[in-house]
T-cell receptor
Framework: DTEVTQTPKHLVMGMTNKKSLKCEQH?????MYWYKQKAKKPPELMFV???????INESVPSRFSPECPNSSLLNLHLHALQPEDSALYLC?????????????FGPGTRLTVT | DAKTTQPPSMDCAEGRAANLPCNHS???????VYWYRQIHSQGPQYIIH???NNETNEMASLIITEDRKSSTLILPHATLRDTAVYYC?????????????FGTGTRLLVSP
């Protein structure tokens, strides 16, 4: 199983809502990532978890709150978002073997903030 | 900050080889060259990576110049399904995780 799943596929939320994005992998990968991708732009790294510990926060606003409850699951909690936060949110996972990585990406959650 | 330069777009005829160049003149000795692609409305997909030797897998070949300042991704027989944005990314060696900094990539259009 080389799949990263993300739910939901689409999400529309108001600026006062609280919602969560979910990401799951069963490949035994110990690093998991959140990226944000605006339309016609490349993905931008937001957070990296390594062995369930937050290793990188790329100065992401606190209205985005990541959580890694276990090695297979990664959540992104959303609160008080702005319309400019509308984007495709991608999750990925990776494992270090033999001096190299290969990140596996999910299909993304397309978020619209109204 | 992206450390690579790629042409914004390229065209290729179906069945022909697609050669996608990438400049990474500031690459350091412990950095790898990785290639990912993103087909429209999908998450990025790993293609291949290398340190200094040429590499080949079932998807593509990667040719790295001897001075490591540039590389070329080769899709030997491009198909319509290879239409995508191709990203060349320089990544430092790290045993815990991999920090990918995507540049603007090359939009490859494969036509019949």
């Amino acid at each position: 199983d080389t799949e990263v799943t993300q739910t939901p596929k689409h999400l529309v939320m108001g600026m006062t809502n609280k919602k969560s994005l979910k990401c799951e992998q069963h490949m035994g990968h110990r690093a998991m990532y959140w990226y944000k991708q605006k339309a016609k732009k490349p993905p931008e790294l937001m957070f990296v978890y390594s062995y369930e510990k937050l290793s990188i926060n790329e100065s992401v606003p606190s209205r985005f709150s990541p959580e890694c409850p276990n090695s297979s699951l990664l959540n992104l909690h959303l609160h008080a978002l702005q319309p400019e936060d509308s984007a495709l949110y991608l999750c990925a996972s990776s494992h270090y073997t033999g001096g190299s990585y290969e990140q596996y990406f999910g299909p993304g959650t397309r978020l619209t903030v109204t | 900050d992206a450390k690579t330069t790629q042409p914004p777009s390229m065209d290729c005829a179906e069945g022909r080889a697609a050669n996608l160049p990438c400049n990474h003149s500031t690459i350091s000795g412990n950095e790898y060259v990785y290639w990912y692609r993103q087909i429209h409305s999908q998450g990025p997909q790993y293609i291949i990576h290398g340190l200094k030797n040429n590499e080949t897998n079932e998807m593509a070949s990667l040719i790295i110049t001897e001075d490591r300042k540039s590389s070329t991704l080769i899709l030997p027989h491009a198909t319509l399904r290879d239409t995508a944005v191709y990203y060349c990314i320089v990544v430092p060696m790290n045993t815990g995780f991999q920090k990918l900094v995507f540049g603007t990539g090359t939009r490859l259009l494969v036509s019949p």
